[in-house]
């Protein structure tokens, strides 16, 4: 019997992001949605408190106004956790990955009595891979990332890695915090039952001041560009003879 976290992040839908002439980005238009390596983690915790009867399944946010949103709430409860934590505020919607990792790690530790915090292996926006490392670090727990298989045994977690071209296999003391990768297992698709019943489902809103824990951003994101866009040198060769391939050597020696 465990209480499983798992950790998500809201994040604008890249598909509809603009450019704008001085190459800064549009997200106007942009909907919100679970990170998609979060839907992994998600899934990856969810089986593994599927696979220990009696235990429960957290889910645990924080961010701004978006957080408010009642079907991105039902997103979550609809694949498997039992419960929703949010913490709103909206300085953490700007805030960098110490601030929220701080913010996560105070929740974690209010909430109480938890034995796994489960994490993606990125976020579907930054994608900066720090954040769980972090939590784990300012909570004192046992930290492993880059996990892509996971289960309990004996009380204590026993967690895959593929390191380079070798499986490294471990045995966890808990409490952990573990970064899983994409590929651990595939997010389950929600059924409308399991939409429908996640309406139902509890959900409780702290403040940072509730849980005792301020933003404080220990960086400064001085600006996100998009690349700059070049013209293609439209140079094309024939093919068929010596004297077009050394072209195209050539070419692409120069590019080099």
Request: hydrophobic share 40%; proline share 3%; with cysteine.
């Amino acid at each position: 019997m465990m209480k499983v976290v798992i950790c998500y992040k809201l994040v604008p839908d890249v598909s509809n992001v603009k450019v704008k002439a001085d190459r800064t980005l549009d997200l106007t238009e942009c909907e919100w949605s679970i990170s998609q390596y979060d839907l992994n983690a998600a899934e990856a915790a969810n089986r593994l408190v599927e696979a220990n009867e009696g235990s429960t399944l957290t889910a645990l946010t924080a961010g701004g106004e978006i957080t408010e949103n009642s079907k991105l709430r039902k997103a979550i409860l609809a694949r498997g956790p039992h419960d929703l934590t949010i913490v709103r505020d909206d300085a953490v919607a700007s805030a960098d990955s110490f601030a929220t990792a701080k913010v996560l790690a105070a929740t974690i530790k209010k909430l109480g009595d938890v034995d796994v915090v489960v994490f993606g292996e990125g976020s579907g926006d930054m994608y900066v891979q720090q954040t769980g490392n972090m939590v784990g670090a300012m909570l004192g727990w046992s930290t492993v990332n880059s996990v892509n298989a996971m289960s309990l045994s004996d009380g204590k977690l026993r967690v895959g890695r593929l390191i380079e071209e070798c499986n490294e296999n471990l045995e966890v003391e808990l409490p952990a915090v573990i970064s899983v990768t994409s590929d651990i297992c595939p997010p389950r698709i929600a059924s409308m039952r399991d939409i429908l019943a996640a309406g139902k489902k509890p959900c409780q809103v702290w403040t940072c001041e509730e849980i005792g824990a301020g933003v404080e951003n220990k960086s400064e994101t001085e600006s996100i560009l998009a690349p700059v866009q070049t013209d293609r040198k439209k140079i094309v060769h024939g093919v068929g003879d010596e004297d077009h391939v050394n072209a195209v050597a050539a070419q692409l020696r120069a590019l080099m």
